[in-house]
């Protein structure tokens, strides 16, 4: 994934065969309805609000529960929710950034600093770990919808930084400020993504033996795990043939 965390192409491999396919559902309704918040209630009109509805299409959540997050927008004026974002270090020094979504910041605070702690890591400061991490655009697309050939031609006539088919997807990384023209551009052929966003991408990652990996894995997980938790990104390196032994437990 060129510098990419894999973490991000485990969790979308193993997200639709998860058990806690609620807690998935959940967390897309929140970006849904936050996303329709901020901005108009029509996909077409609000990238963010696109976004989101695309991923949870991708995970399978149906259209009803789409739709009632939209309408939770409007319905519940009074419930706001803050983007917070944590950085810190978890098992092995490995530096991670914690976006969440949360109508309680004490609450979110408490849960992931004592999950930082169960594992042998540590809560930062602001600019901790965020300084080993640059912003840019991924755009994670199901290989069975274009080839390697076609979707790097896409890529490279949008206007895209880089384009990878060797993980579970393909991905076009963007600059952060290019990123909604080339998804513009790539959406007139594809309307579909596994995901799209801006992802914080690690400058150099970290190689760790089997066992470490798979203990700082469960870290991760148990990060996404909360419900206040939006996204986690590390700068661990994992080599694909990791990738289908994971996604395959």
Known sequence: MAGHSHWAGIKHRKG?????????????????????????????????????IQAARASNMPKDNIERAISKSEANKNLNYDSL?????????????????????????????????????????????????????????????????????????GGAEDCLSNGPHHEVITTKDNFYKVKIEIEKKIQDFVSSGIEWLPIN?????????????????SLENDDDVQHVYANLAIDNNFIEKVSAT
Not at 22 to 44: H, M, N
Not at 95 to 108: G, M, Q
């Open 16 to 52: 639709r065969a998860d058990k806690q396919r609620s807690k998935i559902f959940s967390k897309f309704s929140k970006e849904i309805t936050v996303a329709a918040k901020l901005g108009s209630r029509d996909p077409d009109m609000n990238p963010r609000l696109r976004s989101a």
């Open 85 to 157: 974002m944590y950085e810190g270090f978890g098992p092995e020094k490995i530096a991670i950034i914690v976006e969440t979504l949360t109508d309680n910041k004490n609450r979110t605070a408490s849960n992931i600093r004592t999950i930082f702690q169960k594992f042998g890591g540590n809560l930062g400061e602001s600019g901790v770990a965020a300084h080993q991490f640059k912003q840019v655009g991924v755009i994670r697309i199901d290989k069975k919808k274009i080839s390697d050939n076609k979707i790097l031609e896409l890529a490279i006539d």
């Open 205 to 221: 990652k970290i190689l760790l033996d089997k066992e470490k990996t798979k203990s700082v894995l469960n870290f991760l997980e």
